[in-house]
């Protein structure tokens, strides 16, 4: 651990909230540094879903100096080349950059260490990489090449930019040397040709603390303003006033010490940056062409704040969310990195003082109303989002953990009780809903607002029952931790959605029509009583993982398709569910539920007691069955012949072995 008492605390809170006591500590360390970092540039990526996190944390062997690395393209963490093309198809032009972390939990900032670091970034940028990398970086790799290929510098807004940080828990005090070989490796990397700009943060203690602060918003700032005019009072807020200011100041609120704009100043929007469309294409030309018409033209910005207090036209404003115009914001971000003046203009801001929650959403949805919004930004006010919160929050039912939806960005984040893995969010429930009752998991890497378009008439429907939406959840929830506390199937995480459509397959058959309730429920609550153990949830999620692996091997060895194409190809989908057809047989009549595996049987010998027994051929490796738990089975002749059987749940020594063997 560090000498500094406020990141240690922040450090334990947050492998409590993650549950990382498993993780050896400077492992864990990294990932608290990579995804403390990365909230500054996209602050709803990191929730209950950690693939992410899993995909940028790269230390370890192989690791070629580097402890994480992330691609962030048009403004999104990406894991994957499938998630760029979608990003492409929504825009005309990409922004793409490129980070790189690595993080010292000790107090000295090291010369050898930065060098190594920098050879890392260097060899990873390079188009020959002379340095072998681990399984990670090697994935990150080929989302790098992907993206400098011809087919997508097409679509370039600019060159690339890369960020290196640098973290170490001592104090940074400009050190020559260090800052010697960082100038040298920014004019090294800018000859490559790869991007226009190259920036190096050191990060001490103090400057990761100011960043724990800013990811929560628990920050203040202190803007000149021109002018201000009060507004009447209004019952439950406590100050509210209309101010003009220069954009310069605007800039200096919305932007962190290393220039990155502040992501979760917008956590509140209704909607995110909507790049280069007609309205923002308008702002910027008004910018660059005509700066002192600008306050004529746009609406200005709305802030709603803890508290705020004017002082000799200064104002000190505590704790700010942007709930109305992220675009002006943004639009200024890039006038101002594109090097254009913004001095010369000046708009007007509405700050609003309350720490009343149903105050502040009144504000977003009535400041958002007056402008264009897609309808897809309002899907979690409407009624059926507001009853699933309170069923989630009212559903007991002996389940052995708490979950929460996550309806609104950081909801529950003022209630210390509640850690992040509990909270399902629009994105986790849409992706993995579509995944395991529509039997469509290829498409879960896509955006929530693209698959609540594409199934707009098919989910989220006020008829709809509330449980198999909380059933699912839980079954996202329960695999997570399987995979958190046990050694389960690493290489499969990125298949989640897979695991779970086979899962609920397996515990409760295919889902009937939402709308018929009854059947519904009763396939819901299946699912539940499944996840009631957490022990008897793992033998299944382990039969989820055997028949993903073994329709994996027929598709690579039989079909001879690549690896790689499984997770967004529908055809792999499609034989995954012919395979589970094939194996499992379900009756929403009864409560049970048999699955039954088959092949062909390999060995038939005798045991030290003289008893029957065999091997049955089985990827990735044969399952032995004998007489005692097959009493009826004939043995005679049995070799090669092809039998059906169920598996058994494993004994004191994690054994399993095949039961109930018939010939087919």
């Known amino acids: 651990m560090t000498n500094e008492p406020i990141i240690n605390a922040r450090f334990k809170k947050y492998c409590d909230n993650y549950e990382l006591t498993n993780m050896p500590q400077d492992e864990a360390f990294e990932q608290f540094v990579n995804s403390a970092i990365l909230i500054q540039h996209q602050p709803d990526a990191f929730s209950a879903d950690s693939e992410l996190i899993d995909s ?56 050898s260490e930065i060098g190594s670091f920098i050879a890392g ?71 490559t040709n790869i991007c226009s700009k190259v920036d190096f943060y050191f990060i001490d203690s103090e400057y990761l603390r100011n960043i724990l602060d800013s990811n929560e918003n628990k920050f203040s700032t202190v803007i000149d303003v021109i002018d201000t005019m009060s507004l009447t009072s209004v019952e439950e807020v406590d100050n509210s006033c209309i101010a003009l200011c220069n954009a310069t100041e605007l800039y200096k609120l919305i932007t962190t010490d290393e220039g990155v704009i502040r992501k979760s100043l917008f956590d509140d929007n209704v909607r995110d940056y909507q790049g280069e ?42 704790n700010p969310q942007i709930v109305n115009g992220c675009q002006t914001c943004h639009v200024l971000y890039k006038a101002k990195e594109a090097n254009l003046d913004i001095s010369q203009i000046t708009l007007v801001i509405k700050l609003i003082a309350t720490r009343n929650d149903d105050v502040a959403n009144e504000i977003v949805r009535g400041t ?28 007991i039912n002996n389940m052995p953990d708490k979950i929460y ?18 909270k399902i969010n629009l994105r986790i429930l849409t992706q993995y809903f579509i995944g395991v009752v529509k039997e469509k998991p290829y498409l879960s890497h896509k955006h929530e607002s693209i698959l609540l378009k594409e199934f707009a008439n098919d989910i989220f429907q006020v008829s709809h029952s509330k449980l198999p939406y909380f059933a699912i959840s839980y079954a996202f929830y329960i695999l997570e931790k399987i995979f958190r506390e046990r050694n389960f199937h690493k290489d499969l995480k990125a298949y989640k959605a897979h695991l779970l459509m086979i899962y ?21 609550d299946k699912i539940l009583n499944s996840l009631h153990d957490i022990n008897i949830a793992n033998i299944e999620f382990e039969k989820a993982a055997d028949i993903f692996n ?31 057809n094939k194996e499992t047989f379900v009756s929403l009549q009864k409560d049970t539920i048999i699955s039954t595996y088959s092949g062909a049987v390999k060995k038939v010998m005798k045991n030290r007691a003289g008893q029957d027994c ?44 095949a039961i109930n063997v018939t010939v087919e």
């Open 56 to 111: 940028i944390c790269v230390g370890g062997p192989g690791d070629t100096g580097i402890d994480g690395i992330s691609i962030k393209v048009g403004g999104v963490l990406v894991k994957s080349i499938e998630e760029i093309k979608d990003i492409i198809e929504k825009s005309s032009r990409i922004s793409i950059e490129f980070i790189f972390m690595q993080s010292k939990n000790k107090s000295r900032f090291s010369a």
């Open 121 to 191: 970034v260097r060899n990873f940028l390079s188009e020959k990489p002379s340095i072998p990398f681990n399984e990670k970086i090697a994935n990150a790799y080929k989302i790098k090449e992907y993206l400098v290929s011809e087919d997508v510098t097409y679509f370039w807004k600019e060159s690339p930019t890369v960020r290196m940080y640098y973290v170490a828990m001592g104090k940074w005090n400009n050190d020559p040397l260090h800052l010697g070989i960082v100038e040298t490796a920014k004019e090294d990397i800018l000859s």
């Open 405 to 422: 939806y996550e309806r609104r960005t950081k909801q529950y984040a003022h209630n210390p009780t509640i850690k992040p893995i509990q």
């Open 614 to 657: 065999g091997y049955i051929d089985r990827s990735p490796k044969e399952i032995f069955f004998q007489k005692s738990k097959n009493p009826s089975l004939n043995f005679e002749n049995l070799e090669n012949k092809i039998v059906r059987y169920n598996i058994s749940e494993p004994d004191g020594k994690r054994r399993i072995q």
């Open 504 to 524: 609920c397959r397996l515990v409760a058959g295919q889902c009937p029509a939402l709308s018929n309730e009854k059947l519904v429920d009763k396939y819901a």
């Open 368 to 395: 958002n109303r007056q402008s264009i919004v897609l309808e897809e930004a309002f899907e979690t006010t409407k009624k059926f989002h507001k009853d699933l919160e309170r069923f989630f929050n009212a559903y």
């Open 550 to 580: 073994r329709t994996k091997d027929y598709w690579t060895e039989h079909l001879h398709k690549s690896q790689y194409a499984i997770k967004d190809i529908p055809d792999f989908t499609n034989i995954l569910i012919a395979q589970l």
């Open 277 to 318: 469309n007609t309205v923002n294409t308008e702002i910027l030309d008004t910018i660059s062409e005509f700066p002192q018409k600008f306050i004529l033209l746009n609406n200005g910005i709305a802030i709603v704040c803890d508290e705020f207090i004017p002082n000799n036209r200064k104002l000190k404003i505590e």
